[in-house]
């Protein structure tokens, strides 16, 4: 962030106590901490937990997870249960959080979690995504789109599913 976010002055870095060089803006008087949109995205497990669901949005053909906004006053976990049942139709029983990281293409930061859905019915899939399919954890690997937040945030969750007991 170079220019304050109410005033538009160009920032300059100042020592705050406890916290080091932060940005401010002089005319305002005011530090300015980066401000950074909240996502979720989410490996959507089958009840059976031997599946995941990847999608195809926006005209795209490429295979990612499903993911979504944090919306104000709403917690990541929320977001997860609204995304999956928002685009997919589907109810989550069961989540637990993997990892985060920063998202500079969209100023986001991406969290992530894997969730057990309550059946494996994709009937309900809405207008939002274009395509969706269960894949066995093989398959995902080999379709999910490489060298993307979302092959490395699945690979993170798959490469602990042998390691650990089901969600």
């Known amino acids: 962030m170079k220019y304050c976010y109410d005033c538009g002055t160009k920032l300059i870095e100042k020592y705050l ?14 530090y300015r901490f980066p401000i950074f949109n909240t996502a ?6 089958n009840p059976a ?3 995941v669901i990847l999608i195809q949005q926006y005209g795209r053909k490429q295979n990612i997870l499903v993911a979504g906004y944090v919306n104000r006053g709403e917690s990541a976990e929320q977001a997860v249960i609204r995304e999956v049942k928002e685009e997919l139709g589907l109810d989550v029983g069961q989540l637990r959080f993997n990892k985060s990281q920063f998202f500079a293409g969209s100023n986001t930061l991406m969290i992530n979690f894997s969730c057990v859905a309550t059946s494996e019915d994709l009937s309900g899939k809405t207008d939002e995504v274009d395509f969706v399919r269960w894949y066995t954890f093989e398959e995902a ?14 690979l993170h969750c798959l490469d602990r599913v ?3 007991e089901k969600i």
């Open 17 to 30: 106590e406890g916290e080091g060089m932060i940005p401010y803006c002089e005319n305002c008087q005011q």
């Open 40 to 45: 979720v995205s989410m490996e959507v497990l």
């Open 49 to 51: 937990q031997d599946k």
């Open 141 to 154: 690997r080999e379709h999910v789109l490489h060298h993307s937040l979302a092959e490395k945030f699945l």
């Open 162 to 164: 042998p390691h650990q």
